[in-house]
């Protein structure tokens, strides 16, 4: 167990809708990163945030976005979905007290299914 | 932006024996950071073992170690004494030192098969 939770654990839903997702990173940790895992292109940087604000984008579509709130906890938000989006989401936080330290712990991920 | 290819889509060792799992990476960057990463059928992604690329030793976690060449940006990992618990897909990532982006770039991953 890594420390990092993520729910729900599973979310089927149809296309065009909007969802959700949660996260909550380990005691003390201030960065969270959303990652995306899917068949076609493996696993993807998504975003991250540092302390409430946004530190990095990576491969986020603009139908995504995210934000960290003051107890830290994080939500992706992914609206118009498409079948494509299907996938499983990771959220992983990281220490980041130290400059240059970069280990992150994953979370267990949330599987989205657009049918 | 970063790169990260791991050329073995699957690999396959015998209980007990030693398998070494490759990645290469391109970064301009002087100053980085290098993880295997092991998901196994649960899909949770493990930590396995992280180098500092200003360190020259490489990094060792009990069965676990990794041949890292810097000049070459090659960043192998070497299981010794395989277990069926190693099987499982293994995956190479980068980090920078956090001048830019800091989300990890991932490889496409090594299927690691353990034969009994």
């Known amino acids: 167990d890594s420390g990092v939770t993520q729910t729900p654990k599973h979310l089927i839903t149809a296309t065009g809708q909007r969802v959700t997702l949660r996260c909550s990173p380990r005691?003390?940790?201030?960065?969270v990163y959303w990652y995306q895992q899917s068949l076609d292109q493996g696993l993807q940087f998504l975003i991250q945030?540092?302390?409430?604000?946004?530190?990095a984008k990576g491969n986020i579509l603009e139908r995504f976005s995210a934000q960290q709130f003051p107890d830290l906890h994080s939500e992706l938000n992914l609206s118009s979905l498409e079948l494509g989006d299907s996938a499983l989401y990771f959220c992983?936080?990281?220490?980041?007290?130290?400059?240059?330290?970069?280990?992150?712990?994953f979370g267990p991920g949330t599987r989205l299914t657009v049918l | 932006a970063q790169t990260v290819t791991q050329s073995q889509p699957e690999m396959s060792v015998q209980e007990a024996e030693t398998v070494t799992l490759s990645c290469t990476y391109d970064?301009?960057?002087?100053?980085?950071?290098l993880f295997w990463y092991k998901q196994p059928p649960s899909r949770q992604m493990i930590l396995v073992i992280r180098?500092?690329?200003?360190?020259?030793q490489n990094a060792t976690e009990n069965r676990f170690s990794v041949n890292f060449q810097k000049a070459a940006k090659s960043f192998s990992l070497k299981i010794s004494d395989s277990q069926l618990g190693d099987a499982a897909m293994y995956f190479c990532?980068?980090?920078?030192?956090?001048?830019?982006?800091?989300?990890?770039?991932f490889g496409k991953g090594t299927h690691l098969i353990i034969q009994p």
């Open positions: 992983a936080s990281s220490p980041r007290g130290v400059w240059g330290y970069n280990e992150q712990f």
């Open positions: 005691s003390g940790d201030l960065s």
């Open positions: 180098q500092e690329a200003y360190k020259q």
């Open positions: 970064t301009s960057e002087s100053d980085y950071y």
């Open positions: 945030y540092y302390n409430g604000e946004e530190r």
């Open positions: 990532a980068y980090g920078g030192s956090g001048g830019g982006a800091d989300g990890l770039t």
